[in-house]
């Protein structure tokens, strides 16, 4: 719900737009118009791109040969100008003057040319062009002035520590959606495969935006964004902040990921994709799935729903069990168009649009998933026992689990540009449909217990003792539906009726227009899952009573602990959603230093209301009479169960709840140069954050203290919602020195904050699949404090070379840590807030060109790697470090959850551009990572889990076959690692958690695009 801040500070929006569109008569800036020549035949030139470096204006020639720059403040400008088969221009020191066109024509020489030698000007980017120039041949190691592409510009120019992926590099890498291509910047991973963690710290420390905006997260256990739900041909650019600036939400701690969504083009095109592919795991005839588990053309599935009106009885027409079957295509395709209008000179229209399509599957029949402990100081880690005596279970599963998704949706984008305004909105709709199978079989527990175990041998070892460790089956088959959709209104206004100087050269005035843009959106998330079912059996040999009375075989009915309050077959339906409603405005005041170098003011204010509601209801045969089954092992009870009788009935033990966040930000801050190359960059941001969760119990519900690990009724004083109100204010300082032209150096220090999400703040049992890993949340948990200190160095020696080196440390008040717990008979993850905590990391990034080096025949060939390598702790609490020593062991520290030890990226790409021909090589690997800490239970211990290193071997290649059409081929996860996460003591003693391959894909895709 908005509060009455948040409505008067949309309202103020409205005004000031309003105010702005009605006063801004007098122009405060210019443009740049011309033609652009073919230089030996004098004719014009359509189709080349005309780029202002260090800004995001540009324009493409039209069928004249002419091009507009409109909306640009006053100063000078380098202009870089570039088309196929042309040798690219650049313009330096074009003056903009208020008010005025500026005529800059601009003749191409064709790449056929005979050029011996060639002239690379000293440009100081806003300075004056020297008079003498330099003839240069760039093949040694000379340094040499140039000019960046646009992705590094930006990071040279950012007031704080950016990294971009531009839609060059995404193309050239083949990625295929947002969290793919996040893995490209240095430092960045993935948490779950789809979750940005930056520089090691987890979701809940870093802000993740779309186009600048914070989406809402419809995931249940989660408050990220999940990253591949939006698909490469959506997005122009993804930027990774890694330090904090008052402009930015005070939660971006390890950094802004911010989705950069495709623009209005500057010319007229349509384009075509499609792409097949296969998975070297996923076949026809040994796919997991469900009877009637296919998705339909839109991802819909009407098989798996539940059914309160037949509460009491057997519903016949919902399978139980898995199966398996033919696997499903692997392909996408999408469309997407655009065009931009220019009615009067300076004045344009602009509209994109694009829909996409993707159906995927996955399948592994090699997984693991273990449960051990450990039972006294040094040694070896044993199966987990739940029970008691001879009868007791285990859990060392083998995992076989099928998956497939389609995905669809589609963005579109209007733009309107004139003098000294812009104004854009933004739809996006995706809709994400999944089904999931998983089968757990524990055969392994019996072999552990009883060495040689043959169910078939009557008298064999093990067999008078059937209900010790016996063979289980666990089944879930899962359907869901994940939908996320945001409208995004932006302004950009030039307040020239105010007044203020107009900048120009020999001006007295300091101070130029002001420039006010603000952002408004709507945002929505949801996630339905009509039914889970899931259902648990274990299964006993024929036994030998007495001598010739033998009992059959049988299923037993296996309620696991944490589902020990219904039955053994289970329906879970939920459903979840989040809103979010947000706005955002910035005002900034450029000024002219008494150098003439060029700095802002900035004040703005930012608002977001978001809420949550979930929403589940679980039907189970609690109760059921018909508790086993006779058959045999290969026969699972779940393929029949229902045709036979048994009731299901709607639980009375379910927990819902509601949840609400409001934060109200302000900030001011300036970009102050101080002389010719020194400039600081300081301000600060008060943020308030009120954060509630409320607990909507059914009846005869229960729920788990994970402070005192007991299972208590919602009787008595409230402890199980949460409810605080936290206000920050959050300094920042930074210093950059510009110490020659090639070589930055950057420093900040800045406070953050990070939140707990909602998911870990309720008493909720949370499991994605039955026998899988336990979550619960804790109500009591607060909100972190962050001092954040960066240093980094950038060298960039030639053109697309860089060379950077940074060292970054984080001191952390209350982190909150994940750590296992044990209640009532089961073990689960539940977040705690530990004392204080400290990350300590370096990076190391190079990406370079190889002509400058070895001549002009290595033109195309680049190379780029980096390496963070981190190390971080936490202390523990009295109470966590004295149950420890009760066990033991004697540990005050632990590692961070969720942060890896490195992560390193390796890529190399060519490009022979007379062909058309582009390749490219990339390979990610990252080192083992805290997910749980230990937990000692009377005198067992359930020792840390961690997701131990792997890599993966990234391979694209695409060929131009005519003009406007591409060939591509890709090969992913081609070295197929095994992903593991393993228990490990504090003496080094280990032992396989679990563990899967993913199979390599391979596709093969066209592109075809037609510009007009």
Same mark, same amino acid.
Request: net charge negative.
């Given at each position: 719900?908005? &509060? ?20 801004? %008569? ?87 040319e005979d050029m011996d030698e060639f002239v690379v000007q000293d440009v100081e980017l806003g300075g004056d062009v020297k008079e003498e120039q330099q003839m240069v041949e760039p093949v040694d190691l000379e340094a040499i002035t140039f000019i960046p592409t646009l992705e590094l510009q930006l990071r040279l120019e950012s007031p704080q520590l950016l990294d971009s992926v531009g839609v060059e ?98 010319e007229g095109f349509l384009q075509f994709k499609s792409q097949v592919g296969f998975n070297s795991q996923v076949k026809n005839g040994s796919f997991l799935t469900y009877p009637g588990g296919s998705l339909g053309m ?71 998933? &273990? ?63 999944? &089904? ?91 996630? &339905? ?63 002219? %230093? ?34 086993? #089954? ?6 699972? +009870? ?70 005192? %690990? ?24 930074? +210093? ?58 950038? +060298? ?113 790409? #060519? ?96 592109? #075809? %695009?037609?510009?007009?």
């Amino acid at each position: 719900m908005v &509060n009455s801040n948040q409505t008067n500070f949309i309202l103020f929006l409205v005004v000031c737009l309003l105010t702005c569109f009605a006063q801004a %008569q007098s122009p405060a800036s210019g443009s740049i118009r011309g033609v652009v020549y073919d230089k030996e035949f004098d004719t014009p030139i359509r189709g080349v791109a005309v780029m202002v470096l260090g800004l995001k204006s540009r324009a493409t020639t039209n069928e004249n040969g002419s091009y507009v720059l409109p909306n640009l403040p006053v100063g000078p400008y380098t202009l870089v100008i570039t088309k196929e088969g042309y040798v690219r221009e650049v313009k330096a020191n074009v003056q903009v003057k208020s008010g005025e066109l500026i005529d800059t024509d601009v003749y191409m020489a064709g790449e056929f040319e005979d050029m011996d030698e060639f002239v690379v000007q000293d440009v100081e980017l806003g300075g004056d062009v020297k008079e003498e120039q330099q003839m240069v041949e760039p093949v040694d190691l000379e340094a040499i002035t140039f000019i960046p592409t646009l992705e590094l510009q930006l990071r040279l120019e950012s007031p704080q520590l950016l990294d971009s992926v531009g839609v060059e590099m995404i193309n050239r890498s083949g990625a295929a959606d947002a969290a793919a291509v996040l893995l490209l910047v240095p430092g960045a991973s993935l948490q779950d495969g789809k979750y940005a963690v930056i520089r090691g710290l987890p979701d809940r420390y870093v802000s993740t935006l779309l186009d600048g905006v914070r989406l809402p997260s419809a995931d249940p256990d989660k408050r990220a964004v999940k990253l591949d739900q939006f698909p490469s041909a959506v997005i122009e650019s993804i930027q990774v902040s890694k330090t904090f600036t008052p402009d930015q939400q005070g939660d971006s701690s390890g950094g802004a990921v911010n989705i950069v969504l495709k623009d209005i083009p500057d010319e007229g095109f349509l384009q075509f994709k499609s792409q097949v592919g296969f998975n070297s795991q996923v076949k026809n005839g040994s796919f997991l799935t469900y009877p009637g588990g296919s998705l339909g053309m839109f991802g819909e599935n009407n098989v798996l729903s539940t059914h309160p009106e037949l509460a009491g009885e057997s519903w016949p027409n919902n399978p139980t069990g898995t199966t398996t079957g033919d696997a499903p295509l692997i392909y996408k395709w999408s469309v997407a168009g655009g065009n931009t209008w220019e009615f009067d000179e300076g004045t344009k229209i602009g509209a994109f649009g694009n829909f996409f399509y993707d159906q995927d599957a996955s399948y592994f029949d090699n997984g693991v998933l &273990n449960s051990l402990e450990q039972d006294g100081v040094g040694t070896p880690l044993v199966p987990e026992q739940f029970g008691t005596g001879d009868n007791f279970k285990t859990q060392l599963f083998d995992v076989t689990q099928g998956t497939q998704s389609v995905q669809w949706g589609g963005m579109g984008i209007l733009g309107l540009q004139t003098e000294n305004n812009k104004l854009a909105a933004k739809f996006l709709y995706t809709q994400l449909s999944e &089904n999931q199978a998983v089968l757990l079989v524990d055969t392994q527990g019996k072999d552990y217990f009883f060495p040689g175990y043959n169910p078939n041998d009557l008298t064999g070892i093990g067999h008078d003792q059937p209900e010790a460790a016996p063979y289980n089956r666990l089944e879930t088959l899962d359907y869901s539906q994940l939908g996320t959709q945001s409208i995004i209104l932006s302004g950009e206004h030039t307040l020239a009726f105010l007044g203020f100087g107009d900048g120009e050269e020999g001006s007295s005035d300091v101070f130029g227009a002001p420039v006010f843009d603000w952002r408004f959106s709507l945002s929505q998330a949801t996630e &339905n899952q009509p039914d889970q079912t899931q259902f648990a059996s274990y299964w006993v040999p024929p036994f030998e009573v007495i001598p010739g009375l033998v009992l059959p075989e049988q299923w037993i009915q296996y309620p696991p602990a944490q589902s020990a309050f219904v039955g053994w077959v289970q329906h879970i339906n939920y459903y979840n959603e989040e809103n979010s409603t947000q706005g955002a405005t910035n005002l900034k005041l450029p000024f002219t %230093q008494w150098n003439d170098r060029e700095g802002y003011i900035k004040a703005g204010a930012f608002a977001d209301s978001v809420s949550r509601s979930f929403t589940q209801d679980t039907f189970s045969n609690n109760g059921d009479p018909n508790s086993s #089954y006779s058959s045999p092992f290969n026969q699972p +009870w779940s393929a029949v169960f229902p045709s036979q009788d048994h009731p299901i009935y709607q639980s009375t033990t379910d927990i819902s709840y509601d949840g609400a966040q409001e934060i109200m930000a302000y900030y001011g801050m300036v970009d102050m140069p101080i002389n010719e190359t020194m400039s600081i960059v300081t301000g600060v941001r008060y943020e308030t954050t009120e954060m509630t969760t409320t607990v909507i119990p059914d009846e005869n519900a229960n729920w788990i203290n994970v402070q005192t %690990q007991t299972v208590q009724n919602f009787e008595g004083p409230n402890e199980w919602d949460a409810n605080f109100t936290d206000d920050r204010i959050l300094p920042m300082i930074g +210093w950059n020195w510009d110490i020659q032209d090639d070589l930055v150096l950057r420093t900040a220090f800045a406070q953050t904050l990070a939140r707990p999400n909602f998911f870990e703040l309720v008493p909720v049992v949370q499991y994605e699949y039955i026998g899988g890993p336990i979550f619960i949340g804790n109500p009591a948990l607060q909100m972190s404090s962050l001092n954040n200190y960066d240093i980094r160095l950038d +060298w960039t020696p030639h053109e697309k070379w860089l060379v950077s080196g940074s060292l970054f440390y984080k001191d952390i008040q209350d982190p909150i840590q994940y750590v296992q717990r044990f209640t009532e008979g089961f073990s689960y993850t539940s977040p705690l807030n530990f004392p204080e905590g400290q990350l300590f990391g370096a990076e190391f990034e190079a990406r370079v060109t190889l002509d400058p080096l070895f001549g002009e025949e290595f033109a195309g060939l680049a190379l780029g790697t980096n390496l963070t390598v981190m190390s971080s702790q936490v202390t523990l609490s009295d109470a966590d470090s004295e149950a420890l020593a009760i066990y033991g062991v004697n540990e005050t520290t632990q590692p961070m959850t969720a942060t890896p030890d490195f992560i390193w990226n390796i890529n190399a790409t #060519y490009e022979y551009e007379p062909w058309g021909t582009q390749i490219g090589i990339f390979y990610n690997m990252q080192g083992q990572s805290l997910i749980s800490a230990a937990n000692p239970h009377t005198t067992l211990l359930t020792p840390a889990i961690y997701q131990m290193s792997y890599g993966t071997l990234n391979f694209t290649c695409s060929q131009e076959i005519i003009e406007g059409l591409r060939f591509s081929l890709a090969a992913k996860n081609i070295l197929n690692p095994e992903i593991q996460t393993q228990y490990q003591t504090s003496e080094g003693i280990t032992g396989l958690q679990s563990s899967y391959t993913a199979g390599i894909d391979f596709s093969i895709g066209l592109t #075809y %695009q037609i510009t007009f």
